[in-house]
């Protein structure tokens, strides 16, 4: 069987930290792994409609943004098709026809789309598209035979929806769809990026994030101003690591070797954590670390970003020419989940048997 990812994000904002460790880091180790026969990137958009029907033109204006962000990180438009969903038509027929193998209260039931409904004020008026949406996720899985999926873990809920549909589509149908697996972070703390704030989940929609294209400045004052453990008043009162979201940037991004570069008071991330644990460490001192150790993450990133944006209409053909190869592939899949329904009624003058 062929080994195909597919991936992607919304285009309601640049993308941020939480996007790298989460997912895009991960993307780019296994399309450098030659694991993968084909790997399939989307670029969200009809499903960042879902909750953005009234700005249609944000969606729209980040659609490049995240194309450079992808690019920024090593996404290599040679080994990795990258698209835009609506540019795809068969995965809305897709979308339909599963529709029909889903209840209302399985999807109220999907642990993300409650905590996003809350998130966005949407209790009393939840848009039927928004609703729908893993749905429309398992149609983009499905139409590319994706076999694996690398996401964060808020992704989980949707990837075992995903398998439900798969499962029920080929019991009722016969077997037709290939059944995708899930790949997370295996670092802990690249599975939920929090906030600077310290709210759970680093989002676009939250206002809260380190984006990959921000200046060095702004990543020094985003740092500094980090939420850190509440109750670490005086240098020499012991700290909290657990839940410390400069920890847990620290335990996302940090490898032995900064501290050779940065920090020789410290060997390792343990010793630096045992110390702010037992009190005389201020917070200061550990977030100009983690500002050192970031900066050097995320330099090249933004320098190659610099680079696309030179190249702009080379990227647009890039996303034209993805387009069409997506397209193709979907077409496909929709081709035999018809055949599969007993909807091609006019194949080899199917209707007349
Ligand atoms: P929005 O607020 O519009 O939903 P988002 O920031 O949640 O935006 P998405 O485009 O929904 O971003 O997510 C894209 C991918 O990045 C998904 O695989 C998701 O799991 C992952 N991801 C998003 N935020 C984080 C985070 N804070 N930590 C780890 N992974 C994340
Ligand atoms: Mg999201």
Known sequence: MKQIILTGDRPTGRLHVGHYVGSLKERVKLQNSKRFDEIYIMIADAQALTDNAEH????????????????????DPEKSTIFVQSMVPELTELTFYYMNLVTVSRVQRNPT??????????????????????ISQAADITAFRATAVPVGEDQLPMLEQCKEIVHKFNTVYGE????????????????????????????????????????????KKKIMSMFTDPNHLRIEDPGKVEGNPVFIYLDAFCRPEHFTEFWSDYSCLDEL????????????????FLNDVMQAELQPIRERRKMWEQRLPELYELLEEGCKVARKKAAETLQEVRHSMKIDYFEDRNLLK
């Open 273 to 288: 954590k045992d110390h702010y644990r037992r009190g005389g460490l201020g917070d200061v001192k550990v977030k100009r």
């Open 56 to 75: 249609p033109e944000k969606v729209r204006q980040n659609i490049m943004q995240v194309a450079l962000d992808y690019l920024a990180c090593g996404i």
């Open 176 to 219: 037709t769809l290939t059944e995708p697996e899930i790949i997370l972070p295996e670092n802990a703390a690249c599975l939920r990026l929090p906030g600077i704030d310290g709210k759970a989940k680093m989002s676009k929609s939250l206002g809260n994030c380190i984006y990959l294209s921000d200046e060095p400045e702004t990543i």
């Open 113 to 134: 789309v409650k905590a996003e409904i809350q998130q966005r004020n949407f209790e009393a008026s939840i848009p039927v598209g928004f609703f729908c949406y893993p």
